[in-house]
């Protein structure tokens, strides 16, 4: 049968259920301010109960109840909007990665600008009409070498900055791929920790969750969680956390003859094989550096070679300041690097923007501009007005069937920078703006209310004051039956 002191022990469970649930809440509050905390709540359940003692007892006749205990501590996440925000971040950082570095690579250009080389090459076009109406004036040949200098100048420092941001990115991978090693060795220690509990430690499973969500911004994972709350962690189908083993990444500079430089590509440690990556600031790191920054460096090469090569050949037409010159005496006005003196430029040269220079037997004796078509003919200037020319005519070849002029040759390279450019904007925009939605998913089923917890502090309050008067109410009915009932007649 039910038992004198049952009351007590109902109220004393109260009791212990309210403290807890009040620990809770000031859990809550106190990690207010935390960006991987997740609101814990405490699952109230009645205990077990028994039959109510009763003569001629049937089951009908119902069951006793003994109080309330503390059955679980929720963790409030949803998992399905977890799984969206990381998928959300590997794009997210994939495509902020891509517009700061084509942002970058505009800098660079400074198109339209007065210190790009479209300005330069303006102002070289201008000298040489100059040129063609006093090719007699030495001042104004010095003029048409200076801005040639600022050209070969303008071009090869866009050239070694394009250089420099893809070497600084080759580099960098291999710091992110050791951030990825690291975070991979700090989940499966986690998993350990989150097994040997035995229990749901909500505090662990945040922090293995922000850990999760550190890593999907590097790399695109794939996540699993098993029956005891471990997690693996995959990359293009191939392990990187299992449970409690990691399994690390390494970086290899693997050599490019076309693009004169080792190329950092990741591999996994264990067999070697390439790491499949798609996704991520790594993945997008890699694009940049293999795609985008390369192509805007050929592109570069390749109308620095055209131009160059054109221009030669007019210029190898004409006579000089002394009458020497024609087709049977070469002397190109750009030289490059490694080329052998009196050669013409390779037109399969590869890398012409970076070593393109204002031939130094020109720039040491402007008399060798060859301005005039006329052996002998000082004042004939009618060679450097073909070269002015090629300003306004169709020279470098675009195709078969195509051709457009040195001008709309660069200006075709920054449109098609340009555009990528305005691309990795629009598409930075666009996952920013679902990054925020699941954000504001997560945070308002996860995220902590104060004006919620207080409200919980105030209900739980209460709930232990009246718990705590059922006590008293309790313990003096106990002593009334103890100290007073059956005195009279003593």
Same mark, same amino acid.
């Given at each position: ?49 028994? &039959?109510?003692?009763?003569?001629g ?12 205990e ?17 998928q ?5 950082n ?6 700061d570095?084509?942002k970058q ?17 303006d102002?070289f076009?201008?000298?040489?009409q100059?040129?063609?109406?006093? &090719?007699?004036? @030495? ?5 048409v ?5 600022v ?67 590097l ?63 790594i993945?997008?790191?890699m ?9 805007a ?9 055209? @131009?160059?090569?054109?221009?030669n050949?007019?210029?190898?037409e ?6 020497? +010159? ?7 006005? @750009?030289? @490059?690097d490694?080329?052998?003196? +009196?050669? &013409?430029?390779d ?17 040491d ?7 005039s ?7 004939? +200037?009618?060679?450097?007005l ?7 005519e ?19 390279l ?5 555009v ?42 209460h709930?232990?004051s ?25």
């Open positions: 049968m039910r038992t004198t002191f049952s009351g007590i022990s109902i109220a004393l469970r109260a009791l212990q259920a309210q403290q807890v649930s009040l620990d809770i809440t000031g859990h809550n509050v106190a990690n207010v301010n935390n960006p991987n905390f997740s609101r814990q709540t405490a699952l109230h359940s009645a205990t077990k109960p028994y &039959p109510a003692p009763m003569m007892y049937t089951p009908s006749s119902g069951q006793l109840g003994t109080g309330v503390i059955s679980q501590i929720n963790r409030m996440r949803d998992s399905f909007v977890d799984l969206r925000l990381r959300q971040l590997h794009n997210l994939y495509w902020n990665t891509m517009q570095g084509l690579v505009e800098l660079f250009f400074n198109e339209p600008g007065e210190n790009g080389i479209h300005h330069a090459l102002q076009w201008d000298s040489l100059d040129l063609s109406r006093e &090719p007699d004036f @030495f001042s104004v040949r010095e003029v070498i200076q801005r040639a200098q050209l070969v100048e303008s071009i090869t420092a866009t050239r070694g900055q394009l250089q420099n941001l893809r070497d600084n990115l080759n580099e960098n991978i291999t710091f992110k791929i050791s951030e990825v090693n690291s975070l991979a060795k700090r989940l499966a220690d986690l998993n350990v920790q989150i097994s040997a509990t035995g229990s749901l430690p909500n505090d662990l499973l945040d922090a293995r969750d922000a850990l999760l969500e550190e890593l999907s911004q790399v695109d994972i794939e996540v699993v969680q098993d029956h005891a709350n471990m997690v693996s962690v995959a990359i293009g189908g191939s392990s990187l956390v299992h449970r409690g083993t990691s399994h690390s990444l390494m970086t290899n500079g693997v050599a490019s003859e076309a693009e004169n430089y080792k190329k950092n590509q990741v591999f996994w440690s264990a067999t070697g094989n390439v790491v499949k990556l798609s996704s991520g600031e993945a997008g790191m694009r940049l550096r293999d795609q985008e920054i390369q192509q460096i050929n592109d570069l090469d390749t109308w620095t070679r055209d @131009f160059a090569l054109e221009f050949r007019r210029h190898e004409g006579y000089d300041f002394d009458g020497d +010159g024609g087709l049977g005496l070469p002397l190109s006005f @750009f030289t @490059f490694n080329q052998v003196p +009196g050669d &013409p430029p037109p399969n040269f590869p890398f012409a923007a970076q070593n393109i220079r204002v031939n130094t037997e020109i720039a004796n402007v008399g060798k501009i060859r301005a078509l006329i052996p002998g003919a000082v004042g004939n +200037g009618e060679n450097a073909k070269l002015a020319r090629l300003r306004f169709p020279v470098i070849e675009v195709d078969e069937e195509t051709q457009v002029t040195v001008a709309d040759a660069f200006n075709s920054i449109s098609r920078l340009g990528s450019t305005q691309k990795a904007v629009k598409m930075a925009e666009n996952e920013a703006t679902l990054e925020a939605h699941l954000r504001n998913l997560k945070e308002s089923h996860s995220g902590v209310s104060l004006d919620e917890e207080m409200a919980n502090m105030i209900r739980y309050q709930a232990y009246a718990a705590a008067r059922m006590m008293t109410a309790v313990d003096e009915t106990l002593d009334t039956i103890i100290n007073r009932l059956g005195i009279v007649g003593r």
